[in-house]
């Protein structure tokens, strides 16, 4: 089975350029999340997707950072324009659905998308 | 979702069980024990989970105690591969998320 596919795997921009990291989830699953994990901190949730609705985005900084999915299936996180503060790794993860059933319902990672802002 | 607490590293020779701690003093009926580990430069693995009971599987063995306010991840013959960030996550049943801590880097020596 494959897995969550992400990329770029790295990027290095200079500050207030945009960019961009693609997400594919594993076949059939309808919840997506984004991550952003800053160096030495666990991963934090930026924003939650049900098919190509957004659950929860609570946490994404709106005035810089956008995320779609408008077919339910990838996903695109956009930052624009760029901070410093903005270097960590994007983690992209799928379910098969949203919440905590008895059978588990795993969350599985992406290796993750690199960025560096200078 | 209720907070966990671990330990901020551990170490453990290689061959030898290696056993993680976590406190999760404020979990709910509802919550469900979850272990990640992440190796340098990749995503989080999914390692177990568990609701009351014990659980083992391939990886590893969740020993959940009987007030749910505690649990230990054991790996039962620690590897050089072992060595990672290991979180313990309580995890919520309606909308699933997993909210991370800084979890235990856990360094396996030869």
């Known amino acids: 089975e494959a897995g969550v596919a992400q990329s770029p795997r790295y990027k290095i921009i200079e500050k207030r350029q945009s960019v961009a990291f693609w997400c594919n989830p594993i076949s059939g699953h309808a919840t997506l999340y984004w991550y952003q994990q800053i160096l030495g901190q666990g991963p934090k949730l930026l924003i939650q997707?049900?098919?190509?609705?957004?659950?929860?985005d609570s946490q994404l900084p709106k005035d810089r950072f956008s995320a779609e999915r408008l077919k339910g299936v990838d996903s695109t996180l956009k930052i624009q324009p760029a901070k410093l503060e903005d270097s960590a790794v994007y983690l992209c993860?799928?379910?098969?659905?949203?919440?905590?059933?008895?059978?588990?319902?795993?969350?599985?990672f992406g290796e993750g998308s690199w960025l560096t802002v200078v | 979702d209720a907070k966990t607490t671990q330990p901020p590293s551990m170490d453990c020779a290689e061959g030898r069980a290696a056993n993680l701690p976590c406190n999760h003093s404020t979990i709910s009926g509802n919550e469900y024990v979850y272990w990640y580990r992440q190796i340098h430069s990749q995503g989080p693995q999914y390692i177990i989970h568990?609701?009351?009971n014990n659980e083992t599987n391939e990886m590893a063995s969740l020993i959940i105690t009987e007030d749910r306010k505690s649990s230990t991840l054991i790996l039962p013959h620690a590897t050089l591969r072992d060595t990672a960030v290991y979180y313990c996550?309580?995890?919520?049943?309606?909308?699933?998320?997993?909210?991370f801590g800084r979890g235990t880097q856990l360094t396996v020596w030869p």
């Open positions: 993860a799928s379910s098969l659905v949203g919440g905590q059933g008895p059978s588990g319902n795993t969350i599985y």
């Open positions: 996550i309580a995890r919520g049943s309606t909308l699933g998320r997993l909210y």
């Open positions: 568990g609701l009351k």
């Open positions: 997707f049900q098919n190509n609705g957004v659950v929860d």
